[in-house]
């Protein structure tokens, strides 16, 4: 792995913040401090043109709870959750067209995030785009709804610092707490690709890039 330097421990739940690091987060995983910097500005203009097409939205749980965390999609297919349950789709249900195509700043972008972490040639077929305001958070959570989980995920953060909680292999094992700053990429994949994590509730802030926002793109291989 490039540049990557010894582990941070955090055996006591203390969050971790170290600019300018890749942080290996175990076999298959590492958190890339500011490596999404440099293409951030490219990265929002190339947003702006996504969310004209697919406005974003807060769906459902199959239970029918309102989703704290606003969504949208681009790529060949997209994340959508309502009553009938988890899964992808090639169409926007709210307006019944195809999601917008996956800019090319993305993919650039997902590509080289992976292959950082020694996942080559990752070609995301879906991302996933998650608005987050003051107050939003993610549960614990695997991403298994995808076909094959050979590919890793990829997850860009933008916008204010958030705190990351990425566990292991069970619910039960106890995540560590990681402060994501405006382009922090995290990526896991191999043994670490069904790892439980999630996002603790947003705090109160304003940033130059993002306003009142964090946004996280996070790219998968999912058909």
């Known amino acids: 792995m490039n540049g990557m330097h010894g582990a941070t421990d955090n055996l006591f739940g203390d969050e971790i913040s170290a600019e300018g690091k890749t942080e290996p987060l175990g076999e298959g995983?590492?958190?890339?401090?500011g490596f999404a910097l440099p293409e951030s500005a490219a990265l929002m203009a190339s947003l702006d043109q996504v969310v004209s097409r697919?406005?974003?939205?807060?769906?459902?749980?199959?239970?029918?709870?309102?989703?704290?965390?606003?969504?949208?999609?681009?790529?060949?297919?997209?994340?959508?959750?309502?009553?009938?349950?988890y899964r992808y789709s090639s169409l926007d249900p709210d307006t019944g067209l195809p999601w917008p195509e996956m800019p090319a700043s993305f993919?650039?972008?997902?590509?080289?995030?992976?292959?950082?972490?020694?996942?080559?040639?990752?070609?995301?077929?879906?991302?996933?785009?998650?608005r987050y305001e003051p107050g939003a958070r993610m549960g614990l959570h695997q991403d298994k709804d995808e076909r094959d989980f050979r590919a890793p995920i990829v997850s860009v953060s933008l916008g204010l610092p958030a705190v990351f909680l990425f566990g292991g292999s069970r619910r039960s094992d106890r995540p560590r707490r990681l402060r994501l700053e405006s382009g922090d990429?995290?990526?896991?994949?191999?043994?670490?690709?069904?790892?439980?994590?999630?996002?603790?509730?947003?705090?109160?802030?304003?940033?130059?890039?993002?306003?009142?926002?964090?946004?996280?793109l996070t790219f998968r291989k999912a058909t």
């Open 185 to 216: 990429v995290v990526v896991w994949g191999g043994p670490a690709r069904l790892f439980y994590h999630g996002v603790a509730p947003l705090a109160q802030g304003t940033h130059p890039l993002t306003g009142p926002y964090r946004i996280n």
């Open 54 to 85: 697919a406005p974003f939205r807060h769906m459902t749980t199959r239970g029918g709870r309102r989703m704290s965390v606003a969504m949208t999609n681009s790529g060949p297919v997209g994340w959508v959750s309502d009553e009938q349950g």
């Open 29 to 33: 995983a590492a958190l890339l401090r």
């Open 107 to 130: 993919q650039s972008l997902a590509a080289s995030a992976a292959a950082e972490v020694g996942f080559a040639d990752f070609q995301p077929d879906a991302c996933l785009i998650n």
